[in-house]
């Protein structure tokens, strides 16, 4: 794991080609397609194959990966501190905003509040064996895209959050401040702050996010879409589900996965990808669609896909 920039802008400190080329996050240059650690749990059983798919990551050029203390209740930070050296390069972007709810349907819940947020930074640094995490991500609850309720004290105001942020990056304990699950309007709000990259609930067949994304191309802000194929939640569709998405991968030879992610790339040039998966067959397609140029008439056809909506509720309970 590191806290200072990349070596080189062809290459990760391990040697590998940039996985999508080139992009930047915050002060660091970081390959275009890094890594979603969030699958990982699913591997609790399973310790050397979770540190595998991460060691390969890596050495396939993913040098930037996603995760949360509230993945499997600090399991997938502990595996990326085994993964990972320092001399490895990869950058490690965190996120606060919930805590495990180890046993609930929906294992996580809500924790918005400014003293909730800097005790969740201290528990991601010790898992994650670090003395600063590069970026740390605000999670918002409840205010867009697929979304658990936020309610009694935690409805937070955007800016006393922000506010306990750069407390702790001024205090060394971050490097940057990332947001996650904002609007146009809170992501301006937060611009004073310094915000170095947004994640929202975003792919080619659910691009609601779209004004958040250009506010993020004009501020030369990174933008890390997650759910990048959409399909995460009942009620959302996946890209593999679009038959103008399973033509265009029929004509070009790769999967319909390949062309959602490729799609991003190039609708964005300040995109970073950050899918999840626990396979390494599909962590290297992932890896792959980095490669795939798309035809000007493919992506015209991609370009007009009709959008759906990521605005969706989620219930912790199930009722």
Known sequence: MTTSPSSTADRTQLGAPRAGGAGTLGRHTV?????????????????AAAISVLRQAAELGADHVDTAQFYGDGYVNEVIREAYRPADGVVVVSKVGADPDPGARLPIRPAQRPEQLRASVEDNLRSLGLDQIPVVNLRRIGTTG????????????????????????????????????VTEDELRRALPAGIVCVQNAYSLVAR???????????????????????????????????????????????????????????????TLLIPGTTS?????ANIAAGSVEL?????????????????????????
């Open 295 to 319: 035809p000007e008439d493919a992506l015209a056809a991609l370009d007009a896909l009709p959008t759906h909506s990521t605005d969706l509720p989620i219930d912790p309970a199930g009722d």
């Open 208 to 270: 609601d996010a779209e004004p958040v994304l250009r506010l993020c191309q004009a501020e030369q802000i990174a933008w890390m879409p997650f759910f990048p194929l959409g399909g995460a939640f009942p009620g959302m569709t996946h890209v593999s589900d679009v038959p103008a998405v399973a033509a265009v991968a029929e004509s070009l030879g790769v999967t319909a996965a390949q062309v959602g992610l490729a799609w991003l790339l190039r609708h964005a040039p300040h």
């Open 146 to 181: 697929p979304r658990i309720r936020a309610t009694g004290d935690q409805v937070v105001a955007l800016e006393d959050q922000v506010a306990a942020m750069v407390a702790l990056r001024d205090e060394g304990k971050i490097g940057a401040i990332g947001l996650s699950g």
């Open 280 to 284: 390494l067959a599909h962590l290297t």
């Open 31 to 47: 390959s275009r397609i890094g890594y979603g650690a969030m699958q990982l749990e699913r591997l609790h059983d399973d310790r």
